[in-house]
């Protein structure tokens, strides 16, 4: 089953050099997964300042800067990867490096037979 791995956490928590450990890190578990043919992708985010979210309402485009809401923690990215049940994700999961100051939460991927 394909889950995606969401990561929160507060972006001003890290120093450069924290960040980049958690690059290197991060890397490391990706060729890990590979290597088992789990990892399908995964990518860190540009801060949360350079977010745009779009929303219609009563046929009206409105076009704001930043994220979609106010939060402590806020999506720094993700790993979409395959596991075979939820304890097997959980178990990657807990070796994000960024779970120590923030979140990963687990989400299944629905998949649609007619999307490409």
């Known amino acids: 089953m394909k889950y995606i791995l969401l990561i929160y ?3 001003n928590d890290w120093t450069e050099s924290e960040r980049s450990h958690c ?3 991060s890397t490391q578990l990706t060729q890990q997964l ?3 043919g789990q990892f399908l992708g995964a990518s ?3 801060a949360v300042s ?4 779009v929303r219609i309402r009563d046929g009206k485009k409105l076009v704001t ?3 979609f809401a106010e939060t402590r ?3 720094g990215g993700y790993f979409l990867i395959d596991a075979n049940d939820l304890d097997e994700a959980i178990a990657i999961a807990e070796r994000i ?4 100051k923030g979140t990963v939460e687990i989400r299944p991927i629905m998949e649609l037979p007619d999307l490409l």
């Not at 350079?50 to 979210?53: D, P």
């Not at 490096?97 to 120590?100: M, Y």
């Open 50 to 53: 350079t977010a745009t979210s």
């Open 9 to 11: 956490s507060n972006e």
């Open 65 to 67: 800067d930043g994220p």
């Open 44 to 46: 860190p985010l540009h």
């Open 23 to 25: 690059y290197a890190e």
């Open 73 to 75: 923690e806020q999506l």
């Open 97 to 100: 490096p960024t779970v120590h």
């Open 34 to 36: 590979h290597a088992k």
